[in-house]
């Protein structure tokens, strides 16, 4: 054993005297070529220009790109995709320029390339980490083999907000859960090496809040304390930085009223001086220029000024580093030295990933032809979609459906639409790889069970002129599947919605539907939760499928013909109404409390429950489990102790299934008031019908620790409550002391 510790000291010792001698070989090309380059040619390597063929925000007026980049003036640029086009733009750079050093090529690479997998909010609902970090590394493969070196992704937000429309790129309420997410993206993207053939570097967004804009408006503001921002809105970034991700990305918003592309609390105080975090930080498309338009810095002068010295290394399609470095170094107002730091910085990267030594190592036509569209990419999607599944109901178990029916009844304008599969940011994929709900029953139960479709209604408008043809085909059907929600324009960025019930005149549809007393399944396909508290009365199955990809209908049908037993639980809060959002799982007690003796005078709605339609951590499946009461081997648990809590799961049902169990910690007393309830630990048991399994959970004291708004982080002694259950709601309870 000895000898053993002291082999594993000895290679670890050896790897870091690698390490370091390869970072200072490294820091010398640097340092060689810094010595080179012109005051422009150090500010081109700063400056990121979008391609024209695939425009994700308004395009910078400018000159030639071509001629910017033989100049020197381009360090990347990106919306330029494909094998060829990408060596095209390459060759320029590293032929027709003075110094030839390449350009980082990047691209939205939120939840795949040409594979489509379920968007983010919709995966994390899988709660299968790794899982996601698999496709999150089948993503890199393909953009990779589309000449692609850097995605900006994962957007790592929280978001207590459903109407915003970018929630469906994130990992949903919980900060915890989705600091977990963001490591696993984080490693799938990057690997174990930029260098190996299919990473890419990741970039964790937006930093940071942009889940808190006010409204759930996006571009807009947000106002929160320090320890909000560090218990809730950090945790995710700081995960990814301790993951080793390679960059960054600043937010359009303004955080405490300084636009965050120019926040040196953010970028310089935390980011670099808490965290020490060595790669660069990108703006988010011309967000240095808005910071104008926010009113802190007066013209796009001013904004480069006070987003550079902020510590925003790199503009994106603002122009202004490009238009005004030089000035104002000539003036004194921005250091020489810390642009040649920031180029440091994205020199750095182009040695890490491999560029600098082969520029066109990622522009291979045959690699391309390989790579997209892999089959066992294909079958990652086709699991990622049925992993990310949420069953909201299932009265009198009308799911899993028989395939000995003898007529299925498919409405609604989702059953048969291919390009609203793949969901918002989806860019890269063609619509025509996307298999519909309505393709895959007709393919795989079309011989033996008469399958009839009607679209019924558009997704919006009012047009009502389907109606009765869906109403005349369900009525002779044994069971309706009714393939509703939001087309995928209507979530996303700059896709607010203040109202965020079923579009258009869908729900009237369903409630015609409903008069032919048939079952009735509702498949929901949306990039948010939905306030759906009618349909959740009045029909009889509710299938959350969100956006699910590629394999969208072959995934359906192999959850509601029960070939996979749903697995998914909610990562957010689905409210009643529009009017109890932002609504969260971990939110503070208040003075006046529901439930007490008092029924008026207590924080209520006079029309409306407190509670979400459906809360943070619900999912059901087609079996049925049973919780045992919590066993404390201890009721204390010392600060340098482990606490061990158990819990007996019993599969009591007739499916073998998959639980997802989940520990909350709450904190009764403390110096600044704490949650009802944080998720802390969960585990996933398969349990076959009949089996029980005993899950065993640690806590640790630094489970309990949280952040003061004197940016104090620690825990302190007391009484806590501990909750082990399928949900947030739905919880076993017991006491600990921390001494």
Known sequence: MKQTRILAALLISSFCIHVAAQQRNIDQKIDSILRLMTVDEKIGQLNLYAGRMNPTGPITMRENDEDEIRRGHVGMVFNIVGAKRTREIQRIAVEESRL????????????????????????????????????AKASADEASAMGIHWTFAPMVDVCHDARWGRIMEGGGEDPY??????KAKVEGYQGADLKEMGSVMACAKHFAAYGATIDGRDYNTADISDATLRNIYLPPFKAAVESGVSTLMAGYHELNGIPTSASSYLMTDILRNEWKFDGFVVSDWGSIRETATHGYAKDRKDAAMK??????????????????????????????????????????????????????????????????????????AREAACKSMVLLKNKNQVLPLSENLKSIAVIGPLAD???????????????????????????????TTKIKYEKGCDVQGDDRSGFAAAIKVASKSDVILVAMGESKEL????SSRSDISLPGIQKELLKELKKLNRPIVLILFNGRPLSIPWEA????????????????GNALADVLFGRFNPQGKLTVSFPRSVGQVPIFYNHKNTGR????????????????SNQPLFPFGYGLSYTTFEY????????????????????????????KGVETIQLYIRDLVASSTRPVKELKHFQKVELTPGEEKEVKFEIKEEDLRFWNNNKQYFSEPGKFQLFIGSDSESVKKAEFELL
Not at 177 to 182: A, G
Not at 307 to 317: H, I, P, R, W, Y
Not at 593 to 608: L, Q
Not at 630 to 643: F, M, S, V
């Open 100 to 135: 030839k050093i390449p350009l980082l090529i990047g691209f939205d690479v939120v939840h795949g390339y040409r594979t489509i997998f379920p968007i983010p909010l919709g995966e994390s609902a899988s709660w299968d980490l790794d899982l996601m970090k698999r496709t």
């Open 177 to 182: 859960l989705v600091s977990l997410i963001t």
């Open 307 to 380: 987003s550079f010295n902020a510590g925003l290394d790199v503009d994106m399609e603002s122009s202004a580093y490009i238009s005004h470095l030089k000035e104002l170094t000539s003036e004194g107002r921005v250091s020489l030295e810390n642009i040649e730091n920031s180029v440091r910085k994205v020199l750095r990267m182009k040695y890490l990933t491999g560029v600098m030594d082969n520029p066109y190592r990622y522009c291979n036509q045959q690699r391309e032809d390989t790579i997209i569209l892999k089959k066992e990419y294909l079958k990652l």
């Open 417 to 447: 639409s291919k390009k609203d599969m793949s969901g918002s940011w989806s860019k890269s994929c063609d619509s025509k790889d996307m298999i519909t709900l309505l393709e895959a029953l007709t393919t795989q139960i079309g011989s």
């Open 491 to 494: 979530s996303g960025e700059a």
């Open 537 to 552: 009365d009045n029909v009889d199955a509710i299938l959350e499928a969100w956006f699910p990809g590629n394999e969208a």
């Open 593 to 608: 409390p529901e439930g007490g003796g008092e029924k008026f005078f207590v924080t209520r709605y006079i029309d409306n």
């Open 628 to 655: 045992s009461e919590i066993k404390l081997e201890a009721p204390q648990l010392t600060y340098d102790g482990i606490l061990h809590a158990t819990v007996k799961v019993k599969n009591t049902g007739k499916y």
